[in-house]
Nanobody, 122 residues
Framework: VQLQASGGGLVQAGGSLRLSCAAS????????MGWFRQAPGKEREFVAA??????????SYADSVKGRFTISRNNADDTIYLQMNNLKPEDTAVYYC??????????????WGQGTLVTVSS
């Protein structure tokens, strides 16, 4: 299963970006999907996840992004989105979408997208 992420770029602090991630197979999008990020010199960390419609599309967020980021999904085209508002320089990272997330961890049988760079200037 391939996950194709897009939407990264350069934005000033306080600005917004929307990331997209398309799954190549419908059955995969039935799983909990989400986003992780890795800043320079730091470990990859959980950002947000969303359950499938079967589980009511429940969402969860890292404390650092609550109230600023919103994850959503479009089941019609097997795509998830991450709307990022009020961006801060500390949000600068490579953002990865992932599928088959349990808690804040991607299952061994899960998949990762290729990553998209978000740079927030002060």
């Amino acid at each position: 299963v391939q996950l194709q992420a897009s939407g990264g770029g350069l934005v000033q602090a306080g600005g917004s970006l929307r990331l997209s991630c398309a799954a190549s197979r419908r059955t995969f999008s039935a799983y909990r999907m989400g986003w992780f990020r890795q800043a320079p010199g730091k470990e990859r960390e959980f950002v947000a996840a969303i359950s499938s419609s079967s589980y009511g599309g429940a969402t969860s967020y890292a404390d650092s992004v609550k109230g600023r980021f919103t994850i959503s999904r479009n089941n019609a085209d097997d795509t998830i989105y991450l709307q990022m508002n009020n961006l801060k320089p500390e949000d600068t990272a490579v953002y990865y979408c992932a599928g088959k997330i349990f808690g804040t961890v991607v299952a061994p049988s899960g998949s990762w997208g290729q990553g998209t760079l978000v740079t927030v200037s002060s």
